[in-house]
């Protein structure tokens, strides 16, 4: 699943290709918005909180998440789509360019002043202008048995970390990933390594792991081969994707295991 700062960036490209054009064409492939028409509305800002995006004219927030398969795509009008016309549920055209979300797991059309509602549940937006550490940690808190690894995820703690970012976090700050909240040495310390990790991967891109996807490699701290384990739920034997992407990476002698 894109995390925080793929879902910044395509903000970003969104922003630069339809902030302050007027849409020509608007085509909602999704029975509940299927009659919604945009044509004549002027985009006027393009955002991001967490792994939400949202594209704002006068009057609607339009708000889609990616889950696992989803993503944006900015072409010229009249040009060749890069992925099936099939997976579009979104269309949105200017005078020279079209954006096309292509497999969006959420669309939503809401009134402008109700786009909290799509966030009122979430912690604090790692890359957002309102990012607040302490309110994270408070957050955090509220679970203290809960492990570090999993309460990473939870995006009513903080809003931006997918599998990816934890695995990396946890391994930047030398902390087991199942070590309780409660039993993390520096819980402040591992939140503001989270929006440092988050802020440089998403002004400075691409992020270069350090643990996740390195099983079996030399940890770039000790030599130590880098171990992958299920954290969490364990998926069906058979089901291999989610094994794989619930597993967490991490070094077993810089990251040695903490219990209460």
């Avoid at 004219?57 to 889609?64: D, G, K, M």
């Avoid at 270069?208 to 030399?218: D, K, S, V």
């Avoid at 992407?245 to 077993?252: D, K, T, V």
Wanted: net charge positive; proline share 7%; charged share 25%.
């Amino acid at each position: 699943m894109p995390e925080g700062d793929t879902v910044y960036l395509t903000a970003q490209r969104l922003r630069a290709a339809l902030a302050g054009e007027v849409l020509t064409r608007s085509d909602f492939r999704v029975p509940r918005y299927a009659t919604v028409d945009l044509r004549g509305q002027t985009v006027d800002s393009v955002g991001s909180y967490g792994k939400h995006l949202f594209i704002r004219t006068e009057t609607v927030s339009i708000h889609t998440h990616l889950k696992m398969e989803g993503s944006w795509r900015v072409f010229h009008c009249g040009q060749r789509w890069t992925q099936p016309r099939v997976t579009a549920r979104v269309v949105l055209a200017a005078e020279e360019v079209e954006a096309v979300g292509f497999s969006l797991g959420i669309v939503e059309v809401l009134r402008r002043g109700e786009e909290h509602r799509a966030i009122d549940h979430l912690g604090p937006d790692l890359l957002g202008p309102d990012w607040d550490p302490a309110e994270a940690v408070g957050l955090l808190m509220n679970h203290p048995g809960e492990a570090i690894g999993i309460a990473l995820l939870d995006q009513r703690n903080l809003a931006g970390i997918g599998n990816i970012y934890r695995s990396e976090v946890c391994f930047l700050r030398r902390v087991h990933p199942a070590t309780p909240v409660a039993a993390v040495p520096d819980l402040l310390a591992l939140v503001n390594e989270a929006h440092r990790v988050l802020t440089t991967a998403a002004h400075q891109p691409p992020w270069r792991p350090l643990a996740y996807g390195r099983t079996r490699r030399p940890c770039q701290r000790c030599g130590t081969p880098i171990k992958v384990e299920l954290l969490g739920e364990t998926a069906p034997e058979s089901d291999r994707v989610s094994r794989r992407e619930r597993g967490i990476y991490f070094c077993p002698r810089c990251q040695p295991a903490v219990s209460l």
